[in-house]
């Protein structure tokens, strides 16, 4: 099981993380990949970018050093009606968007209302994948997000970084498991917040061949794969 492609990465400009871009797009060519998203954190997290930030990564080349980008972000989730920490003008213009849950950003409460954030959130037109929902400090419906996912064309996220966490492995293989069921597309990502991690997927990729899961539904194995997924999402591929 191969993946070319890291959907989830950041940079110094997420406050954070300690690696520059262009130390991250060197990475990912070198752990062999053909495409990596840049994602650094949207502005409700302490550290990070102000909104010109993402409105300026429109000066980010398709393609640097051999390796296909995308501009991205990782968006806040700050309220359970599904409010994100972008306005909608340079949200609209990136090519990615992924929404997650941060504790330093708003307070777990219970699985019901988390269930009902994740629901608000799916229904955002612009987010295209649900951010590390296998972190247990906001447990959830899995089926009934999993099934919202397909509803509304979005992918749910296996991340590397979380299955350093046992109880969290669990919850991360429940997930899994009820995608592979409903044939909804997962993404497996590093979260790398150093390059040492740029294209770092071991952890996701032994737990997915431990339930044999489809190869077919990771949308980022590949450029051809997430070229589709994208355009499934009704958004234009830049490298075309």
Known sequence: MKIRFDCHTHTIASGHAYSTLEENI???GTAGLNGLAVTDHGPAMPGGPHDIYFMNLRSLPTEHLGVKLLRGIEANIIDYE?????????????DFCIASFHEICIAPIN?????????NVIKNKYVDLLGHPGRGRFPFDIRTVVQACGQYNKAIEINNHTLNRENDREICREIAIVCKELQVPVMVNSDAHFTHSVGEFSRSVNLLEEIDFPEELIANRSLESMREFLIKRGKRCRWE
């Open 82 to 94: 599904g409010q994100l920490d972008l306005p909608e003008y340079p949200l609209k213009n990136l």
């Open 111 to 119: 699985e019901q209302t988390h269930t009902q954030g994740w629901l």
């Open 26 to 28: 060197k990475a990912a």
